[in-house]
């Protein structure tokens, strides 16, 4: 069975610091990844997905995240956070393309002024 | 192009009523999912249809939670009847394909409809 583990429930940073989210996988074959985010009573919106391309997947505002099989992570950076980036954010693997989604519990950023 | 839809918002009911979600994809979109997210979780698969036909409800309460998609558009997911545990947002999401990339083809979500069960 497939599962992700969010590293921390809640991550403050500064405005203009670099943003790290960690998201550690579990998969008994190649999975495929993928970062959503969803701001305040709205629904998830797709960030980027990994889906056995290029390790370094870019996806919108400015985030990115890079597949590391050795290490099983599959982490969400921005070199510099922007308040409008306050929201939580789900990462969520998924074992082949027909299969169901699993996601995180979630991590929390919060950007401090 | 309008995103999916979802009514009502908010609903906050007793425990043993009933409850009824609506939820209207995007124009045009084959599959359709309901997730329950929990506060502190993320979401969980309730079913999962491709046009009007069920391709996953292995994580549906089937003695309390029904959901149905009669014209392969809009759904309509039901708890009846409801227990304090069903208190979450229920999501409904849309994807363009199924059966030519799965779960690859990104999902558009709604906004939720937020449950309290009292």
């Known amino acids: 069975a497939q599962s992700v583990t969010q590293l921390g429930s809640h991550v403050s940073v500064s405005e203009g610091a670099l943003v790290l989210l960690r998201c550690n996988y579990s998969?008994?074959?190649?999975?495929?990844l993928f970062w959503y985010v969803q701001y305040p009573n709205q629904g998830l919106q797709l960030l980027l997905k990994?889906?056995?391309?290029?390790?370094l997947v870019k996806g919108i505002n400015g985030f990115e995240a890079e597949f590391k099989k050795s290490e099983t992570s599959f982490h969400l950076t921005k070199p510099s956070a922007h308040m409008s980036d306050a929201a939580e954010y789900f990462c969520?693997?998924?074992?082949?393309?027909?299969?169901?989604?699993?996601f995180g519990k979630g991590t929390r950023l919060h950007i401090l002024p | 192009e309008a995103g999916v839809a979802q009514s009502p918002r908010y609903k906050i009911i007793e425990k043993r009523q009933s409850v009824a979600f609506w939820c209207n994809p995007i124009?045009?979109?084959?599959?359709l999912y309901w997730y329950q997210q929990i506060l502190g979780q993320g979401p969980k698969l309730l079913i999962q249809?491709?046009?009007?036909?069920?391709?996953?409800d292995s994580q549906l309460p089937k003695d309390r939670f029904s959901a149905e998609r009669l014209k392969g558009v809009d759904s309509t997911l039901k708890i009846q009847p409801a227990k304090l545990e069903d208190s979450a947002v229920y999501l409904c999401?849309?994807?363009?394909?199924?059966?030519?990339?799965?779960?690859?083809?990104?999902?558009?979500f709604g906004p939720g409809t937020r449950l309290l069960v009292l």
């Open positions: 999401a849309s994807s363009l394909e199924y059966l030519a990339s799965g779960s690859l083809e990104t999902q558009y």
């Open positions: 990994y889906t056995s391309a290029a390790t």
């Open positions: 998969s008994s074959v190649p999975p495929y």
């Open positions: 124009s045009g979109h084959a599959t």
């Open positions: 249809f491709q046009n009007n036909g069920v391709v996953d």
């Open positions: 969520a693997v998924t074992a082949n393309r027909d299969d169901k989604i699993i």
